[in-house]
């Protein structure tokens, strides 16, 4: 089942802001509390990381160019780097142009993820992920 294309992108443009936002908040010296303020909710109730814990750490690492750092940190957080770099801009395009290039991508590649095999080694990607989160005690 597919978000409707007006859905997916202001989801998709929404994400990408707060998280443009939490970045900001985090690099700018908002954050006070030497980087204890956390929104993962996993944690907070089982002191146990998920599997996305650490991933602002690693964008903030990549931002200041240390790339290995950011890889031990997260490596989620290159991705979502790279996504957050992309997206505004291409939804942007899409929109100006009437064009529904993200849309066609975004459809493409959930039928792709569908396939098991392709969604059972990202699912163990991202559980190895998890246990190394949680052996680093992130």
């Known amino acids: 089942m597919y978000l409707k294309k007006n859905k997916l992108y202001f989801f998709l443009f929404i994400a990408c802001f707060a998280g443009y936002i939490w970045l900001f908040y985090n690099i700018t010296g908002f954050n006070t509390t030497n980087n204890t303020v956390g929104v993962c909710v996993l944690k907070k109730i ?19 160019g240390n790339f290995l750092q950011a890889i031990y940190t997260n490596p989620l957080g290159i991705i979502v780097f790279m996504v957050m770099l992309i997206l505004p ?23 792709w993820l569908r396939k098991p095999k392709i969604a059972i080694p990202l699912i163990l990607l991202v559980l190895i992920n998890w246990i190394w989160n949680i052996t680093k005690q992130l």
Do not use: N
């Not at 089982?46 to 200041?64: A, D, N």
């Open 46 to 64: 089982t002191t146990i990381p998920c599997p996305s814990c650490g991933t602002t750490r690693s964008i903030i690492s990549l931002l200041h």
């Open 89 to 111: 801009f291409w939804i942007l395009t899409d929109l100006f142009t009437k064009k529904t290039t993200l849309f066609d991508f975004y459809k493409k590649t959930e039928i």
